[in-house]
């Protein structure tokens, strides 16, 4: 029984260090309008590059790495704070059915894998829900999140 409670008060105080050092998280939202980038800045098949407007104001580069078996496309983005600093994506983007003006929604999930500075260590999630216009190359829409600071 003694050994017991010990293992209990031994795995109570390595707990402790690990909630002091848990991720401060803020919900973020706003909205996103993009189009294509200047040229020579996309090395893949398909990129675009954007502003953000919202609790995420700044720039962001998306880079297009592949296709999903639906026909999505999984990509990286980089978010550009106006302070600078960064946050780095891992993108998944599923595209829906035209509809009657020829605007195509879209979903994209953004698993925010690090960044720079103060977001060097950070987590989170961003959904962008919006509309791609397929003639223009553009992009316009709404996102919104949770972006963790370890």
């Known amino acids: 029984m003694r050994k017991q409670i010990g293992l209990v008060v031994a795995i109570v105080a390595l707990a402790v260090p690990a909630v002091a050092a848990a991720a401060e998280c803020r919900d973020v939202a706003g909205g996103f309008s993009a189009g294509p980038p200047p040229p020579g800045t996309c090395l893949s098949f398909f ?6 407007e919202g609790d995420l104001k700044g720039s962001y580069f998306f880079t ?21 600093m960064q946050l780095l994506g891992s993108d998944v983007s599923e595209l829906g059915a035209a509809n009657e003006e020829g605007l195509i929604p879209f979903i994209t999930t953004v698993d925010i894998v690090g960044g720079t500075g103060k977001y060097d260590d950070a987590g989170g999630q961003i959904v962008a829900t919006g509309l791609l216009d397929p003639v223009a190359g553009t992009t316009t829409g709404a996102y919104t999140g949770t972006v963790c600071k370890k």
């Open 47 to 52: 990129c675009t590059a954007g502003a953000l």
């Open 64 to 84: 297009a790495t592949g296709v999903t078996p639906t026909g999505g496309l999984t990509g990286a983005s980089t978010i550009t704070l106006r302070s600078g």
